[in-house]
Structures are given as structure tokens and as C-alpha cells.
């Protein structure tokens, strides 16, 4: 991801990764904020929970957005397994920003904003809670882990 040039030539150019269980809404949170797209059709298997990826992935990240879904608590409790994998495979600073998503499904909330919001305090990472579908936060959420890292590394560069 990065802040681009008409010309497409990249002032900055920052590896951020997507993490989360399946069928999170991680696709569409991407395709929302690439080119506001959203789409119904679900390609995930629901029961395929936590599944480690390969250190590839991970490699050179500066950034991640771990996702669960606020309807299903199990996706909340995994996020200490994403957050320990992604924390064992890249630098300290990372920016870390957990994402709540699916906020639009109001009647269906199984994980508290404060809950989730007093986790990220104690795990040290940024918190917003998104809908891909109503397209709340989606920029937001991005544009504040770019912000965070540009912030990192200007410190570093000093
Ligand atoms: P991924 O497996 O984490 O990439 O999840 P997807 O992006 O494929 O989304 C899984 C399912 O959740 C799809 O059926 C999406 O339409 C749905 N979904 C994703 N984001 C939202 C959201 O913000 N609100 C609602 N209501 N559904 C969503």
C-alpha cells in the first residue's frame, strides 16, 4: 500500500497485511477500500477458523489490520493467535490496528465495543470497528495505520 503520484511513482511504499479468520470480511474490507466495491458472495468456508500462514506473507510488513467479526466471538478470541503469529514474524514497531467488522449487523453483535477496545489498549494496538458493507470506517481504518507508519518511520529517519 502506498501514497502514490498521478504518475504512479510512490513516494512511500509500505507492506501492510490483512489478517483474521475466515470469512472476517477481510476481501471485502480490501476491495471497499481499493474501489469501493462490495460483494454478498461469500468464497469462505465457515468453520476453517485459524489457520497459520506462511512467514512469506508476514515478511517485511510494517503494517497489519487484524480483523474478526463483531457477530462471531470466536473470531475475537482468535485474535490473540493472529496477533502472537504476526508479533513472532515481523519488527516491534509494527502497527498493528484491530478491526471490528461488520458493524452494520446490529441486532447480531456478540463482541462489545469495550471489550474489544480495552484489548487493544492492553495489547498496545489501534482499534476502530468498520462495516465493508455500509462503508463505515473503511478509510478510516486504513488511512490511520498508513499514518502510524509514516509516523514511525520519520522517527526513525531522525
Ligand atoms: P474474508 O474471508 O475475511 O476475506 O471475508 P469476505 O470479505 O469474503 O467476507 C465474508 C462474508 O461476509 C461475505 O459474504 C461478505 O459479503 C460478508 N461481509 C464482509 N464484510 C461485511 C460487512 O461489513 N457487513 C456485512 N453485513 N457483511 C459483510
Do not use: C, P
Given at each position: 500500500m502506498g501514497a502514490y503520484r498521478a504518475d504512479d511513482d510512490y513516494d512511500y511504499l509500505f507492506k501492510v497485511v490483512l489478517i483474521g479468520d475466515?470469512?472476517?470480511?477481510k476481501s471485502n474490507l480490501l476491495s471497499r477500500f481499493t474501489r469501493n466495491e462490495f460483494s454478498?458472495?461469500?468464497?469462505?468456508?465457515?468453520?476453517?477458523e485459524y489457520r497459520a500462514i506462511t512467514s512469506a506473507y508476514y515478511?517485511?510488513?510494517?503494517?497489519?489490520?487484524l480483523v474478526y467479526d463483531v457477530t462471531r466471538h470466536v473470531t475475537f478470541e482468535n485474535v490473540e493467535r493472529w496477533l502472537k503469529e504476526l508479533r513472532d514474524h515481523t519488527d516491534a514497531n509494527i502497527v498493528i490496528m484491530l478491526v471490528g467488522n461488520k458493524a452494520d449487523l446490529r441486532h447480531l453483535r456478540a463482541v462489545q465495543t469495550e471489550d474489544a477496545k480495552a484489548f487493544a489498549e492492553r495489547e498496545n494496538t489501534f482499534f476502530m470497528e468498520t462495516s465493508a458493507l455500509e462503508s463505515l470506517n473503511v478509510e478510516n481504518a486504513f488511512t490511520e495505520v498508513l499514518t502510524q507508519i509514516y509516523r514511525v518511520v520519520s522517527r526513525k529517519a531522525l
Amino acid at each position: 500500500m502506498g501514497a502514490y503520484r498521478a504518475d504512479d511513482d510512490y513516494d512511500y511504499l509500505f507492506k501492510v497485511v490483512l489478517i483474521g479468520d475466515s470469512g472476517v470480511g477481510k476481501s471485502n474490507l480490501l476491495s471497499r477500500f481499493t474501489r469501493n466495491e462490495f460483494s454478498l458472495e461469500s468464497k469462505s468456508t465457515i468453520g476453517v477458523e485459524y489457520r497459520a500462514i506462511t512467514s512469506a506473507y508476514y515478511r517485511g510488513a510494517v503494517g497489519a489490520l487484524l480483523v474478526y467479526d463483531v457477530t462471531r466471538h470466536v473470531t475475537f478470541e482468535n485474535v490473540e493467535r493472529w496477533l502472537k503469529e504476526l508479533r513472532d514474524h515481523t519488527d516491534a514497531n509494527i502497527v498493528i490496528m484491530l478491526v471490528g467488522n461488520k458493524a452494520d449487523l446490529r441486532h447480531l453483535r456478540a463482541v462489545q465495543t469495550e471489550d474489544a477496545k480495552a484489548f487493544a489498549e492492553r495489547e498496545n494496538t489501534f482499534f476502530m470497528e468498520t462495516s465493508a458493507l455500509e462503508s463505515l470506517n473503511v478509510e478510516n481504518a486504513f488511512t490511520e495505520v498508513l499514518t502510524q507508519i509514516y509516523r514511525v518511520v520519520s522517527r526513525k529517519a531522525l
